[in-house]
């Protein structure tokens, strides 16, 4: 009888305990869906110092200094995991908000929800059903760009392909090759999944149209872009291309924090991604490429900040969830269980105030570094 006491009352701790996380992470950053998301970061802008500029794709908020360092911090390039990069960006402006924002602070750029079509369909693509974060491109190369490793796997997410088939795929070319082939992605068939496209998307120019107006040609610029859904092990990576740039924030911005640097262009799975937003050297092409005017002398750090999420195969299920309704246009009508089972994939509840806490500590990080170095850069 008394172990009976003791079992019912541990049971009761242990439900409590579980009511009481899923409370705290009904957290009053995160949202369940685009339209709440929105809202949510308009109300973080409670005090109206963050200057909101209307855009056709995303919305984009500044916080005005008199600095010519700045900060971006973008979201939901990728529409599936959008929430957690929405849910960092209500933190920062609640944080800025609550805290003093002196004339030597960096400015401060908020770009929300940049995929919009993605971020209301759970989609990691946009309308056009193109990876916006390959989709960054000069787009002279793209008769070069030879992806094997997605020939090989293009029965597995491609449609009309039975059940039995589509498992004797996967086993038969492995994860790697299946990492390999999504992750450089394809620009052959427009209607296959991982599209990069032929030319850059509206979303894409009208991001770096609306940059250059916002900043000068002696800006120094720091980009955090915020993904989820890389690799397994619940583990924040940064991606970059090149060592040097490594060398650098690890040296100077990134000194006392542990962070895995993950070098692109080393990895045998992705030294042929070429696409990145943040990659220095597509920033500052399309800048000048889109922009009001032009940059000669701008300094650019840009960072793929990823929250890896899952297994292997929750992720490969998840795609081949995108191609069964994906592909058969049937995705408007995707219920909203299917939509908030895939935002849930990318982002798993019991992490959440950890991709919160950790995405704002890399922000504060490099906002203080901004801060106090004036001159150094
Ligand atoms: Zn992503």
């Known amino acids: 009888m008394k172990n009976l006491v003791i079992l019912i009352y541990f049971i009761f701790i242990i439900l409590l305990k579980k009511f009481l996380k899923k409370k705290k992470l009904n957290d009053i950053y995160y949202s369940k869906d685009y339209e709440e998301a929105k809202k949510k970061i308009i109300s973080f802008n409670y005090d109206k110092k963050f200057k909101e500029i209307k855009c056709n794709n995303f919305t984009l908020f500044i916080r005005q200094s008199n600095s010519n360092k700045y900060i971006i911090v973008s979201s939901g390039l990728h529409g599936n995991e959008f929430i957690t990069g929405s849910a960092i960006q209500c933190k920062i402006m609640d944080e800025i908000n609550k805290n003093e924002f002196t004339e030597e602070c960096p400015n401060i750029i908020i770009v929300h929800c940049i995929n919009k079509y993605g971020c209301i369909n759970s989609d990691r693509f946009n309308k056009s059903n193109v990876d916006l974060n390959r989709n960054c491109l000069k787009f002279s190369i793209i008769d070069e760009h030879d992806n094997k490793s997605y020939n090989k796997i293009k029965n597995i997410f491609n449609p009309r392909l039975k059940f039995f088939k589509w498992i004797k795929n996967i086993i038969k070319y492995g994860s790697n090759n299946i990492h390999n082939g999504l992750l450089k992605g394809q620009n052959e068939n427009k209607n296959n999944l991982y599209y990069i496209g ?45 060592e040097n740039k490594i060398n650098f924030l690890k040296e100077n911005i990134f000194k006392n924090t542990k962070i895995n640097f993950i070098n692109l262009s080393e990895s045998d799975l992705y030294k042929d991604i070429n696409g990145f937003l943040t990659f220095e050297n597509n920033f500052i092409f399309l800048l000048n490429k889109y922009g009001k005017k032009k940059f000669l002398n701008l300094k650019y750090h840009g960072i793929c900040q990823e929250f890896s999420i899952a297994n292997k195969i929750k992720y490969i299920l998840v795609a081949n969830l995108f191609m069964k309704y994906n592909r058969k246009k049937i995705k408007n009508k995707l219920t909203k269980r299917i939509k908030r089972k895939i935002l849930n994939i990318y982002n798993p509840d019991k992490y959440k105030n950890f991709y919160i806490k950790s995405g704002y500590e890399d922000f504060k990080i490099i906002f203080n570094y901004l801060k106090d170095i004036s001159h150094k850069m």
Do not use: P
């Not at 120094?220 to 092990?233: A, M, N, P």
């Open 198 to 242: 032929r030319k850059n998307e509206s979303e894409i120019c009208e991001f770096f149209e609306v940059i250059s107006k916002l900043i000068n040609d002696n800006s120094i610029i720091f980009h955090i872009d915020i993904h989820t859904g890389f690799k397994g092990s619940f583990k924040k990576f940064c991606l970059i291309q090149d």
